[in-house]
């Protein structure tokens, strides 16, 4: 069978969904950087941790305040043999810090607000990840559904030419019914794809829903190096962790406590003045109280709890370390090999492009039948699907190496204001 150079036509028409970005393009895929601070901000997980260190800022204060003053006081009536008495008395006490206490007491509360800053930037740090995945899966299902839009529009104008061609003799009923086929099935694949857009979409809007959406979601720009080596990303990203500072502050706070602790077997003294009337007023006085408690079971107890709980901290910040190191491989390795991998699925996609050129050109010349160039048609889009896929993976891998480094959207120095590239 013929075909006309109507298909041939159709074909040249088949073009990638992006054009290739220029530099000023490559953020213009994310969103405005005020609205992505505005929704990091009001997000729960950074509110609870806002929360958190106002308490730790008032546990710091009340570390700083020390014991408390204690009052005491009695009445009690007297029935003796000269007569009927009303006695008062009243202490007033407070414990006393031993020496070294107060000190550590302090640096307890400071390291206590430096973990949850860094727990609060961490925070931030995790829903800027929380954002940046949603709202990447939000663009790759977009642009896999222009992909799967693209391609029921080329079938349906493939339909409508095998039609005319049929209508003119010049195509068997069987060709309509292959590319009838062929069009069913790319109407479900586009049906579907949309329907993960939408899924994309609608979960976006519920989990930052003060980001305002576009209409539609942005397309995405050529994938581009890193731009800095793989020891300076891997150095950005481990000096610039707020989750490792945390760990790291959190097993000194631990040893600070430990060291309190063991401070604390030596048991605080109180001291006071007591104010009495005994005997109706006959007898007053005043006088100085004294106390200290005693037993070491309880303290020397709590004091070996304390101990263990700095020794976990500090395997704990060990540990942080090492999965912060393997996170920022992979962060790196993602990012570089990325921009490889898209590369190559664009030269398939080039690729897959000339030979469908070259099926269409054969079947009009009568060299192949159109169930090959049909093959051949579905084989493009797929190529082009995987190309859009591998555009996808290569942006968010690359966005993921520079939250994980603090490059954008969140801070990295005390200080300092967040800032965009």
């Known amino acids: 069978m013929k075909i006309t150079p109507t298909i041939v036509g159709l074909l040249l028409t088949v073009a990638p969904v992006f054009s290739p970005a220029t530099a000023e393009d490559q953020d213009a895929f994310l969103p405005p950087f005020d609205m992505v601070q505005q929704a990091i901000n009001e997000h729960p997980m950074v509110n609870a941790a806002s929360a958190r260190f106002t308490a730790a800022e008032a546990d710091a204060r009340g570390r700083r305040a020390g014991h408390d003053y204690t009052f005491s006081g009695s009445y009690m009536r007297r029935d003796t043999p000269e007569g009927n008495y009303g006695e008062l008395d009243g202490t007033l006490s407070r414990a006393i810090r031993l020496p070294g206490k107060a000190k550590a007491d302090r640096k307890i509360g400071a390291l206590g607000m430096e973990v949850a800053e860094n727990a609060r930037d961490d925070a931030r740090h995790q829903v800027a990840l929380l954002l940046k995945d949603h709202w990447m899966a939000w663009l790759a299902a977009s642009a896999v559904a222009k992909v799967d839009q693209e391609a029921l529009g080329t079938y349906e104008r493939e339909l409508k030419a095998v039609k005319e061609r049929k209508r003119l003799k010049d195509a068997a009923e069987l060709d309509v019914e292959m590319v009838e086929t062929a069009l069913m099935q790319a109407k479900a694949t ?31 720009p050529d994938p581009t190096e890193t731009g800095h080596t ?7 990203i481990l000096t610039r962790s707020h989750e490792l500072k945390m760990a790291e502050q959190e097993a000194q706070r631990q040893l600070a406590l430990a060291h309190r602790a063991k401070l604390d077997k030596m048991p605080d003294p109180s001291v006071g003045v007591r104010l009495f009337r005994e005997r109706g007023g006959t007898e007053t006085g005043v006088g100085v109280v004294f106390s200290m408690p005693f037993g070491m079971s309880r303290r020397s107890a709590q004091s070996d709890y304390q101990r263990a709980q700095a020794v976990a901290a500090a395997a704990e910040a060990q540990q942080a370390r090492r999965d912060l190191e393997v996170l920022a491989e992979r962060d790196i390795t993602r990012a570089q090999t990325g921009l490889g991998i898209w590369q190559d699925a664009q030269s398939a996609e080039k690729s897959g492009m000339a030979v469908t050129k070259r099926f269409a050109r054969a079947v009009e010349l ?14 493009q889009y797929e190529l082009k699907r995987s190309e859009v896929m591998a555009r996808a993976e290569a942006q968010n891998a690359t966005l993921q190496l520079k939250i994980d480094s603090h490059e954008i959207w969140v801070r990295h120095a005390e200080g300092e204001h967040e800032h965009h590239e």
């Open 190 to 220: 586009a049906q579907a794809s949309k329907a993960r857009e939408l899924e994309a979409k609608r979960a976006l809007h519920r989990i930052f829903p003060d980001l305002a959406l576009p209409a539609t979601a942005p397309a995405l």
């Open 230 to 236: 793989r020891r300076e990303w891997h150095d950005l």
């Open 366 to 379: 009568g060299e192949r039948d159109l169930t090959d160039y049909l093959r051949a048609l579905r084989q």
